[in-house]
């Protein structure tokens, strides 16, 4: 079989997905059981896996549906905590202090805070936390999704302290051979990581500094009353000034500092200067711009997650710093526990799981239920508990926020549990009887065979594909980055450019991930949706890694950047 028609197949269930969710409008609990087969039958009858495998898989997957549900769970059990305790209603108040205008809210919350929550934590955290968030001030469920979703792109290649980085690029580099070649030309793999660390940086502070931008103009062409990107656009100088808030710390730290903290530090610095210039009206439009009344929202706008006042059992009287405090033990939980180590070492340690699943090697699994963000949530939610919930009321609180969750647990999970093994299925493919690269690996080949010296202009695409199929920049790095190391050395090309517009590429992925997209839809109760989301959410995909291929295209070809392995 040639390397077109394999990488044609291999593209089957992607293909597959995009039709039944975006062409077909089908729901993904209906659309995602038939991409499992289809994935399924492909394994079998053309790579030829064997069915232990191909179960083993499936199992593997159910294992991470349940670490993914568990940090959804933990993101909706806290604001549904928050939203008995009344803190929902003082936070809403104080965002509206900020600005009335739902454009700078949505930068706020969801490029400012929604940065620094992937910094620290990453793996679709910041949208499960910013999305809920969102609707409780007042969003619309499926505008607040888009938000969330938007920003699962600059600063995801240095999420989770530089997980995809740090991790992704490491594992997923023979570093070993790599190391030699580098020590004939005097260097280290450490300071050749760095280069790749700086290259990344670089080439998102260019692509990303219109993210906040162009996220107000998805947000007024599709959520407005006038379906206009002009009313976007008004606030071009505010946007790109929150752009640049983020995205000079991020890219100086990444150059100067490492891969660990451009995100935490960009997200930081950002949430200061903005929030301040926000509240002193600095470039800010003098009309505000809101949605229409909540009557006249088409009726898929809505998800299942109601914000009202409990009077029962509410707060009326709580302060803002009060009513914070739960988001910000979330933010020092999550960055105490992927700094220090031996706190790390202690959540982490407390798990569950399985090696070698059926006695297939690598196929494992584990769940780590206080290391997960999820963990961290419901810590979080408990203390809100305590400190906001009114003597005598806090038990009708927590069995209210307990029952509330689960029910769009079960909804979200029905979706995810052939989802994700799907995934597993898709990367596991690679051990087979035909002898044959996995079903990610034949795509990318094929794309590089097809494309040529024009490689790095598509080189961010395959990292895209990786994260869509896997929902994770550190997984597409795993999977891609020999491989485009290899193109590039093949071509004569800077391998260290290459590997970061990979890493560019699989952040700007996580816009399109099927199995994020499901997690945050179920954060605000929205199931069914998600082809709608995804329609959207293409736009700023395409930009993204268009603009990075070519940044990368120029990089190489008009600025001659090289680099010791090339």
């Given at each position: 079989?040639?390397?077109?028609?394999?990488?044609?197949?291999?593209?089957?269930?992607?293909?597959?997905?995009?039709?039944?969710?975006?062409?077909?409008?089908?729901?993904?609990?209906?659309?995602?059981?038939?991409?499992?087969?289809?994935?399924?039958?492909?394994?079998?009858?053309?790579?030829?896996?064997?069915?232990?495998?191909?179960?083993?898989?499936?199992?593997?997957?159910?294992?991470?549906?349940?670490?993914?549900?568990?940090?959804?769970?933990?993101?909706?059990?806290?604001?549904?905590?928050?939203?008995?305790?009344?803190?929902?209603?003082?936070?809403?108040?104080?965002?509206?202090?900020?600005?009335?205008?739902?454009?700078?809210?949505?930068?706020?919350?969801?490029?400012?805070?929604?940065?620094?929550?992937?910094?620290?934590?990453?793996?679709?955290?910041?949208?499960?936390?910013?999305?809920?968030?969102?609707?409780?001030?007042?969003?619309?469920?499926?505008?607040?999704?888009?938000?969330?979703?938007?920003?699962?792109?600059?600063?995801?290649?240095?999420?989770?302290?530089?997980?995809?980085?740090?991790?992704?690029?490491?594992?997923?580099?023979?570093?070993?051979?790599?190391?030699?070649?580098?020590?004939?030309?005097?260097?280290?793999?450490?300071?050749?990581?760095?280069?790749?660390?700086?290259?990344?940086?670089?080439?998102?502070?260019?692509?990303?500094?219109?993210?906040?931008?162009?996220?107000?103009?998805?947000?007024?062409?599709?959520?407005?009353?006038?379906?206009?990107?002009?009313?976007?656009?008004?606030?071009?100088?505010?946007?790109?000034?929150?752009?640049?808030?983020?995205?000079?710390?991020?890219?100086?730290?990444?150059?100067?500092?490492?891969?660990?903290?451009?995100?935490?530090?960009?997200?930081?610095?950002?949430?200061?200067?903005?929030?301040?210039?926000?509240?002193?009206?600095?470039?800010?439009?003098?009309?505000?711009?809101?949605?229409?009344?909540?009557?006249?929202?088409?009726?898929?706008?809505?998800?299942?997650?109601?914000?009202?006042?409990?009077?029962?059992?509410?707060?009326?009287?709580?302060?803002?710093?009060?009513?914070?405090?739960?988001?910000?033990?979330?933010?020092?939980?999550l960055v105490c526990s992927r700094v220090f180590g031996d706190f790390?070492?202690?959540?982490?340690?407390?798990?569950?799981?399985?090696?070698?699943?059926?006695?297939?090697?690598?196929?494992?699994?584990?769940?780590?239920?206080?290391?997960?963000?999820?963990?961290?949530?419901?810590?979080?939610?408990?203390?809100?508990?305590?400190?906001?919930?009114?003597?005598?009321?806090?038990?009708?609180?927590?069995?209210?926020?307990?029952?509330?969750?689960?029910?769009?647990?079960?909804?979200?999970?029905?979706?995810?549990?052939?989802?994700?093994?799907?995934?597993?299925?898709?990367?596991?493919?690679?051990?087979?009887?035909?002898d044959l690269p996995s079903m990610p690996m034949a795509a990318a080949?094929?794309?590089?065979?097809?494309?040529?010296?024009?490689?790095?202009?598509?080189?961010?695409?395959?990292?895209?594909?990786?994260?869509?199929?896997?929902?994770?920049?550190?997984?597409?790095?795993?999977?891609?980055?020999?491989?485009?190391?290899?193109?590039?050395?093949?071509?004569?090309?800077?391998?260290?450019?290459?590997?970061?517009?990979?890493?560019?590429?699989?952040?700007?992925?996580?816009?399109?991930?099927?199995?994020?997209?499901?997690?945050?839809?179920?954060?605000?109760?929205?199931?069914?949706?998600?082809?709608?989301?995804?329609?959207?959410?293409?736009?700023?995909?395409?930009?993204?890694?268009?603009?990075?291929?070519?940044?990368?295209?120029?990089?190489?070809?008009?600025?001659?950047?090289?680099?010791?392995?090339?």
């Amino acid at each position: 079989m040639n390397e077109l028609t394999l990488g044609l197949l291999a593209l089957v269930p992607i293909a597959l997905a995009a039709l039944l969710l975006v062409g077909l409008h089908w729901p993904a609990k209906k659309a995602m059981p038939v991409v499992l087969a289809a994935t399924a039958a492909l394994a079998i009858l053309v790579w030829d896996m064997s069915t232990n495998r191909v179960i083993a898989s499936v199992l593997q997957g159910l294992g991470i549906t349940a670490s993914v549900l568990w940090i959804v769970f933990g993101a909706i059990f806290l604001l549904n905590t928050l939203k008995h305790t009344g803190a929902i209603q003082v936070i809403r108040q104080g965002f509206t202090n900020v600005s009335p205008d739902r454009r700078i809210q949505a930068i706020v919350i969801a490029w400012c805070f929604g940065t620094f929550i992937e910094g620290a934590s990453g793996f679709g955290t910041p949208a499960a936390i910013a999305a809920p968030l969102l609707v409780a001030i007042g969003f619309p469920a499926v505008a607040a999704v888009l938000m969330g979703m938007m920003i699962q792109s600059t600063p995801v290649s240095f999420g989770a302290v530089g997980t995809p980085i740090v991790i992704g690029v490491n594992k997923g580099l023979d570093t070993t051979a790599i190391e030699a070649s580098l020590a004939s030309q005097g260097w280290t793999w450490e300071q050749y990581l760095q280069l790749i660390t700086a290259d990344v940086a670089i080439i998102h502070a260019i692509v990303g500094t219109v993210m906040p931008l162009f996220m107000v103009m998805m947000l007024t062409r599709f959520f407005g009353a006038n379906r206009s990107w002009k009313e976007g656009l008004e606030i071009l100088p505010f946007a790109l000034f929150a752009g640049l808030a983020f995205t000079i710390p991020y890219a100086l730290t990444g150059i100067f500092l490492g891969p660990e903290f451009p995100s935490l530090i960009g997200g930081l610095v950002s949430m200061a200067i903005v929030v301040t210039a926000a509240k002193r009206g600095f470039l800010t439009p003098k009309a505000a711009w809101d949605f229409e009344d909540k009557s006249l929202w088409p009726a898929n706008w809505l998800g299942k997650l109601e914000i009202k006042t409990d009077v029962a059992t509410g707060n009326a009287k709580m302060s803002p710093f009060v009513a914070w405090i739960p988001y910000l033990i979330v933010a020092l939980l999550l960055v105490c526990s992927r700094v220090f180590g031996d706190f790390k070492a202690f959540l982490a340690g407390i798990k569950v799981g399985a090696t070698d699943i059926l006695g297939e090697v690598g196929v494992n699994v584990a769940f780590s239920p206080l290391y997960l963000p999820g963990g961290l949530l419901i810590i979080s939610a408990l203390v809100a508990l305590l400190l906001q919930g009114q003597s005598g009321q806090r038990g009708k609180v927590f069995t209210s926020a307990v029952s509330e969750s689960t029910k769009t647990i079960l909804s979200a999970g029905f979706v995810l549990i052939f989802t994700i093994p799907m995934v597993r299925l898709f990367i596991n493919s690679g051990v087979n009887l035909a002898d044959l690269p996995s079903m990610p690996m034949a795509a990318a080949q094929m794309f590089a065979d097809a494309f040529g010296s024009a490689f790095p202009l598509i080189s961010p695409a395959i990292g895209a594909l990786g994260a869509f199929i896997a929902g994770s920049n550190t997984v597409s790095n795993m999977m891609f980055s020999q491989f485009q190391f290899e193109a590039a050395t093949a071509l004569s090309l800077s391998p260290a450019i290459i590997i970061a517009a990979q890493a560019v590429g699989a952040a700007a992925g996580n816009m399109i991930a099927i199995h994020n997209v499901v997690a945050a839809s179920a954060t605000v109760g929205l199931l069914g949706q998600e082809g709608a989301t995804l329609r959207k959410t293409i736009l700023p995909t395409i930009y993204y890694v268009l603009v990075a291929g070519s940044i990368t295209l120029f990089a190489i070809y008009g600025l001659g950047i090289s680099d010791p392995l090339a």
